[in-house]
């Protein structure tokens, strides 16, 4: 079956209903929203703290090694949840691919360990 221009037309209106949607609320809230400006709303705001120095202090690479670290470690433990639902239809071919993953995953943590990517100083 070969697909015509008319097999995009409702994907083509939703798209432009999106982008006016969009449109018109930013111009209409530029529109009607209030307009105080003052000195003090003006100036740069951080969480109510007065900014002091630099913002651009480098922070450690450990910081960034940690966090890097648990997403990657956090996205594979995601792939033991489909694992555990489908347990008793997935048989010993399953059991098997998980043990080789698990043991990957181990020896990938034990690395990190043994390179002392964790340790804070």
């Known amino acids: 079956m070969q697909s015509t221009q008319h097999d995009f037309i409702p994907i083509l209106m939703q798209m432009g209903l999106a982008v006016g949607f969009v449109v018109a609320t930013i111009i209409g809230s530029s529109f009607l929203g209030p307009k105080r400006h003052s000195k003090n709303k003006d ?21 960034f090694l940690v966090a890097i670290l648990f997403v990657l470690f956090d996205v594979e433990v995601i792939f033991l949840y489909p ?6 239809d997935l048989g010993m071919d399953g059991m098997i691919k998980m043990i080789i993953f698990m043991t990957l995953l181990l020896v990938g943590f034990f690395y990190i360990i043994k390179k002392k990517a964790l340790e804070w100083e």
Request: hydrophobic share 45%.
């Open 43 to 63: 100036i740069n705001f951080e969480c109510g703290i007065e900014s002091v120095g630099n913002a651009r202090i480098p922070f450690s690479v450990k910081y």
């Open 83 to 88: 694992w555990a639902v489908n347990f008793k």
